[in-house]
């Protein structure tokens, strides 16, 4: 083993080394030479007969050099000095090459650490890839699977002793105003389960967590703090634990803090109260989100069997089957067939940067034809000359990688500002990318780069490693130029994958600027929205004070239209409401749970609802017998004949149908409409979504009403709290903010593709045109046009052009089908992209020919025909 790394060491100490043989071998020679002077040569003889009883010294250096170190290190070590002198001499194509690899190997970078940070690093808890999200069986309402929570029966058959189940735990949504800390302020919060921090096996920074004991009405009274919340509100005291913090105006014992970056189950949490399984009279409470951890060795297949088996043991008469889904899997299922996608795009991208660093290399090869012969004339072998190339290539990756790695920087950044969203739970959870905080390069992505430099360098200096090597001397030193074919192949294939790119691109593109036109229903300029409510009060305090609120906003100057609601358009909450056309006694088929706005009268003006038939709400009293339904519902059949003038049943409640609204973007931009119905009436917010929505239309700056907004609510209650404050442009711009992300990304890479694609084409052209110079030399001496040279050259493009598009047409009406669950509007087999895309990427390609074809025009015949 020390011989091992003396051999290994000496590789690189070459010069002291080499000294040391120099002075073996120069005291060698003293010696053959002090012996021939004793057989009575003289000194030029004894000198003589000493270097030839010697041999060469130089084959001596290396013999003595291969059998002190590796020779193979030794070689590498000597052909990276080569090629970083190769490089130094020949700046231009070492810039142009080096950039163009790193805008392949950065996109390259930036997306992989996307997917590190997104779909493969796993969740900050304790063997998070045992953790899984149970959802109960779809009903005929047909809501998404986030939305199907566990009732409370169920859940507690689920805690039972299990063999597949370590822990179960449920959470649920709620919120309280903290006050005694400064301003009030109004904090997210979760109702959860003692067995959750065990089973995300996550231990406080201070105190203990929860106690089962503790899931009782009456000792439920304690609070865990998240780590920002500990900081923030109460300055970090490492002594908080057995404080009382006032939440909803109920005293709370703070029994611990949670480690900083700890998020569960969203990063909109401040603080985690116990669930209370049932109140003071034994009523079992609402359903909940579920969490179970499987014990190992278990596989997911199993522990959704035993779970059903559970639920029909709590109820036999159970329709439909609960699903288990890794929890990482479903908080990425949102995203990760996009990051698939873009990895796929970023992938073309590289490989269009190594067909022109290829083209490039095979251009510069041309220049050194002599050189390599003559390597191979004094004994240089062809995989010598082949490991040598291919060094100075991946050489050159390497270089790309580490500017890529530069460029990924600017880039997540610039993905990070894309992605950013509100900080709303109430807006969605996701956002435009879970976990985006978690992005980053770390050890992986540069793990990552570093095998994407080393494999970029392979392919790009494949081809001409393999063309310089093989060939014979003659014939190296004969020939002046390469052969045109393989150059134009390969900017064919870089014209295809720039197209599929472009298409891509494209469509998402037209897909955004559909989306962003489309008639929302409402009119969303200069409306001020933000959430506000005392703490924790009696419904009619509650809305004494929203009528309060509105009658002073009113005033100010500005305002034209103020109201207040349970809900907003694009909020994520749904108040469904069972209604019927008639009586419930006679209660005909209908629609399922439509949903309910309870809104003040103004709040229609307010929004910019659009009222298409009847009238809006009265003034006064007779508004509360109203309703205004959407174009949707009017004609879901709900009602027999027109909606005017009908009435709508809920239980003990009716109302009279006076106006029919256009259909409104409610909770997603790209869904349709929906049936909804609006009432004059107050309904508290569910204690995890804030207060009462409040909108403030203005024909002035909506900041300055925000600010008023604020000292208007501390004079009407110190311990309200306002949160929220965003104009509805803001909400309608975060609800773009994906598919605006993933059309910005897509078109940055079609981009970045197009312009590679036009240097190869302009690259290709340029050698085209020096390897014909003296055919456009005689052509222009027997006469030719100007007009005629150029159309010679366009020709050439026009071929290139029409290969690679075609090729680029047929492969994205294969692969873009996979675009379309990202498309609104289109489909992806979108003629109108393809044709503008074609037209597109002609222009750019007779762009790109025109520097060669204006030179071609400037050939001198009698120099042309002189060079040869």
Request: hydrophobic fraction near 50%; glycine fraction near 10%; charged fraction near 20%.
């Amino acid at each position: 083993m020390r011989r091992f790394f003396q051999r290994l060491s000496s590789a690189f100490r070459d010069e002291r080394a080499d000294a040391e043989a120099r002075r073996e071998i120069a005291a060698h020679l003293a010696l053959l030479e002090d012996e021939y002077r004793r057989r009575g040569m003289s000194d030029d003889e004894a000198r003589l007969a000493a270097r030839r009883a010697l041999g060469s010294a130089a084959l001596a250096k290396d013999r003595h050099r291969d059998a002190r170190a590796f020779a193979w290190i030794d070689d590498a070590r000597r052909d990276l000095a080569h090629g970083l002198r190769s490089l130094r001499r020949t700046p231009g194509f070492t810039a142009i090459a080096v950039l163009t690899l790193a805008l392949g190997i950065g996109a390259n970078t930036a997306i992989f650490s996307v997917i590190s940070g997104v779909l493969l690093r796993p969740l900050p808890y304790g063997d998070a890839d045992r953790l899984v999200q149970v959802f109960a069986p779809d009903s005929e309402r047909g809501l998404p699977r986030g939305a199907r929570a566990i009732p409370p029966a169920y859940f507690e058959a689920l805690r039972s002793p299990s063999r597949t189940l370590s822990h179960v735990a449920g959470y649920l949504l709620t919120s309280a105003t903290l006050t005694g800390q400064g301003d009030a302020v109004r904090l997210a919060g979760m109702q959860i389960t003692a067995s959750a921090f065990p089973m995300l096996g996550v231990a406080p920074l201070l105190g203990r967590p929860f106690t089962s004991d503790e899931e009782s009405a009456g000792a439920d009274a304690v609070v865990v703090l998240s780590h920002s919340t500990w900081q923030r509100y109460f300055n970090s005291d490492p002594a908080i634990v057995g404080r009382v913090a006032s939440l909803d105006g109920r005293g709370r014992t703070i029994v611990g803090v949670m480690p900083e970056g700890f998020a569960f189950p969203d990063a909109f949490v401040r603080y985690w109260i116990p669930y209370v399984r049932q109140d003071p009279k034994g009523r079992s409470f609402l359903s909940l989100s579920t969490v179970a951890r499987m014990r190992e060795g278990i596989g997911l297949p199993a522990a959704e069997d035993e779970i059903n088996v559970l639920a029909l043991a709590a109820d036999s008469q159970t329709k439909g089957r609960f699903e288990a889904v890794g929890l990482q899997d479903e908080i990425v299922a949102p995203v990760k067939p996009a990051l698939l996608i873009l990895a796929a795009a970023v992938g073309l991208v590289l490989l269009i940067a190594c067909v022109n660093v290829a083209n490039l290399l095979l251009a510069r090869g041309a220049a050194r034809d002599h050189e390599i012969a003559v390597r191979r004339a004094v004994g240089a072998s062809p995989g010598r000359l082949f490991r040598q190339l291919l060094t100075e290539s991946t050489l050159l990756a390497a270089i790309g990688g580490v500017a890529g790695t530069a460029l990924a920087v600017a880039a997540i950044a610039l993905l990070k500002t894309l992605g950013a969203t509100l900080p709303r739970r109430d807006l969605g959870v996701g956002g435009s990318l879970p976990r985006l905080a978690e992005i980053n390069i770390d050890a992986s992505v540069l793990a990552f780069t570093l095998a994407v430099a080393v494999l970029t360098g392979i392919l790009c200096g494949m081809l001409p490693a393999f063309r310089h090597a093989r060939g014979r001397e003659a014939d190296r030193l004969r020939e002046r130029l390469a052969s045109p074919r393989v150059r134009t192949a390969l900017v064919v294939a870089e014209i295809a994958m720039a197209m599929v790119l472009l298409v891509g691109g494209g469509l998402l593109i037209r897909s955004f600027m559909k989306l962003a036109m489309q008639d929302l229903g409402y009119d969303s300029t200069r409306v001020v929205t933000f959430q506000a409510t005392p703490r924790r009060a009696p419904g009619a305090v509650a809305r004494a004070f929203a009528e309060q609120l509105v009658e002073r906003i009113a005033v100010l100057p500005g305002v034209t239209a103020v109201g207040y609601g349970n809900n907003l358009p694009l909020v994520q909450q749904s108040f469904g409401r069972d209604v019927s056309s008639q009586p419930y006694d006679v209660r005909p088929p209908r629609p399922p749970f439509p949903g309910l706005h309870a809104v003040s009268p103004r709040m229609i003006q307010a929004l910019g609802l659009r009222i298409v038939e009847g009238r809006s709400f009265s003034a006064g009293e007779a508004a509360k017998g109203e309703a205004l339904v959407t174009r949707t519902f009017a004609r879901s059949g709900f009602f027999e004949g027109s909606a005017i003038g009908s009435r709508i049943y809920g239980g003990d409640d009716s109302w009279e149908v006076v106006g029919v609204l256009e259909d409104i973007k409610q909770f997603r931009l790209d869904w349709g409409g929906a049936s909804e119905f609006y009432i004059v009436d107050f309904v508290p917010a569910p204690p995890g979504l804030g207060g009462t929505y409040f909108a403030v239309r203005t024909d002035t700056d909506p900041a300055a009403i925000a600010t008023s907004v604020r000292g208007l609510v501390r004079e009407l209650d110190q311990t309200a709290a306002v949160d929220n404050i965003a104009t509805m442009d803001q909400i309608v711009s975060n609800a773009m903010s994906r598919p605006r992300l993933y059309a910005v990304l897509l078109g940055i890479f079609a981009a970045v593709a197009m312009m590679l694609a036009a240097i190869g084409i302009y690259g290709v052209l340029a050698f085209l045109v020096a390897h014909r110079t003296r055919e456009i030399g005689i052509r222009m001496a027997l006469g030719a046009q100007r007009i005629e040279v150029v159309a010679l050259v366009l020709r050439q493009t026009t071929v290139l052009t029409v290969a690679g598009v075609a090729l680029g047409l047929a492969g994205a009406a294969a692969l873009t089908r996979y675009l379309e669950g990202l498309l609104f509007g289109l489909t992806p087999l979108d003629p109108g992209t393809f044709v503008a895309v074609a037209v597109v990427f002609g222009i750019v390609a007779v762009l790109a020919s025109y520097v060669p074809a204006r030179r071609a025009t400037r050939v001198d015949p009698v120099v042309a025909l002189r060079s040869e």
